[in-house]
Nanobody, 125 residues
């Protein structure tokens, strides 16, 4: 499975962006999907995940109520809608696929088998 993320860019604080990640390969719906963020000088962290069917999702505390993850299995695409963006949301965002997801439980990045190339989100004041 190859993942290609897009949609990053420069946005003012309080604004919105929608990231997309399209998968090329088979059996997209067998994977749980996550969005990770790596802020400058920090470790990569999971900010949102969505289950195989799309029925379940989970979020890091600092993005709850602002970010929404969704997926379209017919289009092999996962989305991350980011609203009310803050300066601290700046970073490179990666989509990743987990072949053995555990529902909506956050798992370590080493559990994710396939990764997109990352897309840069810069939030300015």
């Amino acid at each position: 499975v190859q993942l290609q993320a897009s949609g990053g860019g420069l946005v003012q604080a309080g604004g919105s962006l929608r990231l997309s990640c399209t998968a090329y390969g088979h059996f997209f719906s067998k994977y749980g999907l996550g969005w990770f963020r790596q802020a400058p000088g920090k470790e990569r962290e999971l900010v949102a995940l969505i289950t195989r069917s799309g029925a379940g999702s989970n979020y890091a505390e600092d993005v709850k109520g602002r970010f929404t993850v969704s997926r379209d299995n017919a289009q092999n695409t996962v989305y991350l809608q980011m609203n009310s963006l803050k300066l601290e949301d700046t970073g490179v965002y990666y989509c990743a696929a987990d072949g053995s997801p555990s529902g909506t439980t956050f798992r370590g990045e080493y559990e994710y088998e396939y990764w997109g190339q990352g897309t840069l989100v810069t939030v300015s004041s």
